[in-house]
């Protein structure tokens, strides 16, 4: 089955810097990588997702990268601000069966210090 | 308001007494799925459904059962909970564009 690896597992900037998450995929079939922010207590949110067909999104001070050929893709968070600091969940998608199945990277957790 | 919703938020248990954790959206998605989150294990998939009546597994179903007799509804079933399954648990839900909404969370123990 598909395996995602993210790195790092915990993550300090200070305010203002740029941070940047990354996870591999192992299977080729995926095609669909969503990123979830979780707030501490709270529920995953998603946050940004990309499609196969494109190499790269931006939205606002978020990015996401993807590279097929070597099987990764990266979150980047630019000018940070404490309201950044949750757990990020990478997610690679593929379809199984009649199904599409997600499966997560094990989280980073985001420490944005004033 | 568009939603998934979950109850109980928090259950305490023992060991062996059969516990139901209900699932629903308003949002007419065909998809449902059931994870639990455990520390540095992120979130490992249960059991999925695509539609009534279709339900497969997830990456780690040992332990769990599911029904999806209605479109809205997806409980997940404990028939014997056992302390390896005190864990936090989401409910999601997704349409066509492969988005998953998540509900609030179901935090378990089983003593």
């Known amino acids: 089955g598909e395996n995602v690896e993210q790195h790092p597992s915990t993550l300090s900037v200070q305010e203002g810097d740029s941070a940047v998450i990354k996870c591999t995929y192992s299977?080729?079939?995926?095609?669909?990588f969503p990123w979830y922010k979780q707030e501490l207590g709270k529920r995953p949110q998603l946050i940004i997702d990309?499609?196969?067909?494109?190499g790269e999104k931006k939205d606002q001070r978020i990015a996401v990268t993807l590279n097929k050929t070597a099987k990764h893709f990266s979150l980047h968070i630019t000018e940070t601000q404490p309201e950044d600091s949750a757990v990020y969940f990478c997610?690679?998608?593929?379809?199984?069966?009649?199904?599409?199945?997600?499966?997560f990277g094990s989280g980073t957790q985001l420490t944005v210090l004033p | 308001e568009a939603q998934v919703t979950q109850n109980p938020r928090y259950l305490i248990t023992v060991t062996g007494k059969k516990l139901t954790v209900t699932c629903s959206q308003n949002m007419n998605h065909e998809y449902m799925s059931w994870y639990r989150q455990d520390p540095g294990l992120g979130l490992r998939q249960i059991y999925y459904?695509?539609?009534?009546?279709?339900?497969d597994k997830g990456d780690v179903p040992e332990g769990y059962k599911v029904s999806r007799k209605e479109k809205r509804n997806f409980p997940l079933i404990l028939e014997s909970p056992s302390p390896n399954q005190t864990s936090l648990y989401f409910c999601a839900s997704g349409g066509e564009a492969d988005t998953q909404y998540f509900g609030p969370g179901t935090r378990l123990t089983v003593l």
């Open positions: 459904s695509m539609n009534v009546e279709v339900t």
């Open positions: 990309i499609r196969s067909n494109v």
């Open positions: 997610a690679a998608s593929r379809v199984r069966g009649s199904a599409r199945q997600l499966t």
């Open positions: 299977d080729s079939a995926s095609n669909y």
